[in-house]
C-alpha cells in the first residue's frame, strides 16, 4: 500500500483536527444546555449561582446609566475584584440591557475556546500524542466545576481563559505572548500575579521584555483601582483576604480542599466531580515535565499553597482554585499515557483511551448531578437576596439606605444605597455605628453573623437590634428561610424596620419558605 503524499497526509490531519475541534465545542455546548434546562425547571426564573454575581451587575448596570464604576452612585470605591469582567459585562449591557444572558453566554463560549486550546497546546507540547491531547481538552471542556463556573455569571471562565490562551503560548515557544495573557488575567484575579511571578521566574527568555510588559499592565490595573476607588488593589481584596502564614489551619486546609478538587474529600459535603484516579495522575504527569515546563506543575500543585498566605478557604464550590483545572488536566493525561505505556507496551494509545474511557464517564455522568446542584444554587438567590432586594424595593422610598450582608442581589433588585456590613463597598464598621452612621430604613442580614448586637425580645419571640446612640431599633418584619440550601451562607435571612427606640413592635411579619 502507497503512503499518502505530504500534502494529502496534512490535509488529513487539518481535517481531523477540525473534527475535534467542533466535537469539543460541542460537548460544551450540550452540557450548558443540560446546566440550562435543570436551572429553568429549578429555579423559575433565570439568574446566577452566587450572589457575588449580581455585584458586577450592578457595578456594569450603573457604568452604562452614568453613574461611573461604583456600586453606590457617587460612592467611588474599587469594589469589583475584576475590572476588566466588569467592563465587558458593562459592554454587554449597553446592548441587551440584561446581565443574565449576556453573561451566561460569554461564560460558555469562553469554556469553549479553553478546552480547544488545550487540546492545540498538548498537541504542540507532543505533535504526536493526538489521543493524550485530546484526553486533556475533553477533562477540561467537560469538568462539572468549570461548565458550573461558566454559568455562574463570574469572572472564572473569563479568567480561564486568559489562562488557556498564556497556556497555549507557552507551549508554542511564545513566551512574551504567554506573560502578556497571564499579566493581562490578573485585571480578572488579582491572585493571577503568581502565575505572572512563576512565569518570569521560571523562564529566563527575554526576561528583560517580559517583565516590562507585564509590569506595565499589572501597573495599569494598580493605577486603575487607584483612580476608581482609592485603592490600588481592589477593596474586596482587602475585605477577603488576610495575610498570614498558619500552615496548620490554613495551608494544610487549601492543600485538603484542593485535594477533594481531584477526588479526595475529607468533608461529607465535598463533591466528588473529578475522579480519585487523576491525582496520582497529576502527580506522575508533574514528575514527568517538571524538567521541561517546571511552570505546569508548579502552578498546578503550588497555587494553593499561596493562596493560603492570603486565605482560609477556596470559597464556594472551590471557586478560587479552579485555575488549577486545566494544568492539573494536563498533568494528569501526560501522566496516563505513561501509565497506559506500561500497562499495555504494543498498543498503548489503546490502553490510554480505554483508561481515559472509564474517567471520562464518572466525569460525565457527574455533570448531570452538577446541574442539579446548579440549578438549585440559583433558585436559592433568586428565593432569597433576589426575593428580599425586590421587597425592599417595594417598602423603602428611592432615596433610602438599606443594611446587608449580602450586596448583589439585594443592591441589584432593590436600586437602593446599600450600606455594606462586610465591608466589600462601604467602609468597615461595627455595626451598631453603621446603623447610627448611615441610618438605614432597613437591615437585610443572616442574623447569627451579628449575634453579638442582637437582643433577645421574649414577648414577640424575636431579635432586636439597636443602633450606636439607642435612639432607635431595627425589629424584624420580613424573612426568608429555604428548606434546601446548597449555596447560601445560612438557611434563613431575616429583613428588620427602622424604628425610634420606644415605637410599638411591627403588626405584622412574616417568614416565607421556600
Known amino acids: ?111 469553549c475556546a479553553s478546552g480547544i486550546l488545550i487540546y492545540l497546546a ?58 502578556l495573557s497571564w499579566a493581562a488575567g490578573v485585571w480578572v484575579r488579582p491572585d493571577g500575579l ?62 485538603r480542599e484542593w485535594g477533594a478538587l481531584w477526588g479526595v474529600p475529607y468533608r461529607l459535603e465535598d463533591e466528588l466531580e473529578h475522579p480519585f484516579v487523576l491525582l496520582p495522575a497529576l502527580l506522575i504527569g508533574a514528575a514527568l515535565m517538571f524538567r521541561r515546563r517546571p511552570l505546569l506543575a508548579l502552578y498546578a500543585i503550588g497555587f494553593p499553597i499561596a493562596l493560603s498566605l492570603f486565605r482560609d478557604q477556596a470559597g464556594s464550590a472551590k471557586r478560587y482554585i479552579l485555575y488549577v483545572v486545566p494544568f492539573g488536566m494536563m498533568l494528569a493525561a501526560t501522566g496516563l499515557e505513561r501509565v497506559s505505556a506500561l500497562v499495555s507496551r504494543a498498543r498503548p494509545e489503546r490502553a490510554l483511551a480505554v483508561i481515559a474511557a472509564a474517567i471520562l464517564i464518572w466525569q460525565g455522568v457527574y455533570v448531570t448531578h452538577k446541574a442539579s446542584l446548579y440549578a438549585l444554587n440559583v433558585q436559592n438567590i433568586n428565593f432569597m437576596q433576589r426575593r428580599l432586594g425586590e421587597m425592599a424595593a417595594v417598602v423603602t422610598k428611592p432615596e433610602d439606605r438599606i443594611a446587608v450582608n449580602d450586596i448583589g ?39 447569627d453573623w451579628f449575634k453579638d448586637f442582637a437582643v433577645y425580645d421574649s414577648t414577640q419571640d424575636t431579635f432586636t437590634f439597636y443602633d450606636a446612640d439607642s435612639t432607635h431599633k431595627y425589629m424584624v418584619v420580613a424573612g426568608v428561610e429555604l428548606s434546601v440550601n446548597t449555596i447560601c451562607a445560612r438557611d434563613q435571612m431575616l429583613m428588620f424596620r427602622r424604628l425610634d427606640r420606644d415605637a410599638p413592635p411591627p403588626s405584622q411579619r412574616f417568614l416565607r419558605r421556600y
Not at 456600586?71 to 449591557?93: I, K, R
Not at 477533562?139 to 471562565?157: D, H, K, N, T
Not at 443592591?411 to 451598631?432: A, C, H, K, N, Q
Open 409 to 447: 442581589a439585594i443592591g441589584y433588585f432593590s436600586r437602593r444605597r446599600v450600606v455594606d456590613l462586610m465591608g466589600l463597598v462601604t467602609p468597615l464598621e461595627p455595626l451598631p455605628r453603621a446603623l447610627s452612621l448611615h441610618r438605614p430604613a432597613l437591615m437585610i442580614i443572616f442574623v
Open 122 to 179: 498538548m498537541l504542540r507540547l507532543d505533535p504526536k500524542g493526538a489521543v493524550k491531547a485530546l484526553v486533556a481538552a475533553i477533562l477540561v471542556a467537560i469538568s462539572p466545576a468549570l461548565l458550573w463556573a461558566s454559568l455562574s455569571g463570574m469572572e472564572i471562565p473569563v479568567y480561564l481563559l486568559f489562562v488557556c490562551l498564556g497556556i497555549f503560548f507557552y507551549a508554542n515557544e511564545s513566551r512574551l505572548a504567554a506573560t
Open 194 to 255: 503568581f502565575l505572572v511571578a512563576l512565569d518570569l521566574v521560571t523562564t529566563r527568555r527575554d526576561l528583560g521584555r517580559r517583565l516590562l510588559a507585564a509590569a506595565a499592565i499589572v501597573g495599569l490595573f494598580l493605577g486603575f483601582n487607584l483612580a476608581t476607588g482609592g485603592t490600588m488593589l481592589p477593596q474586596t481584596v482587602g475585605a477577603k483576604a488576610h495575610l498570614g502564614f498558619s500552615p496548620v489551619d490554613r495551608t494544610w486546609n487549601l492543600l
Open 1 to 111: 500500500m502507497r503512503a499518502l503524499p505530504a500534502k494529502s497526509r496534512r490535509r488529513s490531519g487539518s481535517r481531523s483536527r477540525t473534527r475535534y475541534l467542533l466535537f469539543l465545542a460541542g460537548l460544551v455546548l450540550a452540557s450548558a444546555a443540560l446546566f440550562l434546562v435543570r436551572e429553568k425547571e429549578v429555579a423559575r426564573f433565570w439568574g446566577f449561582a452566587l450572589d457575588d454575581s449580581w455585584i458586577h451587575a450592578t457595578i456594569a448596570r450603573n457604568l452604562v446609566e452614568g453613574h461611573g464604576f461604583t456600586f453606590n452612585p457617587g460612592e467611588h470605591v474599587a469594589g469589583s475584584t475584576a475590572p476588566l469582567y466588569t467592563l465587558l459585562l458593562a459592554a454587554l449591557y449597553a446592548v441587551f440591557h440584561d446581565p443574565i444572558w449576556p453573561a451566561k453566554i460569554l461564560g460558555v463560549l469562553c469554556q
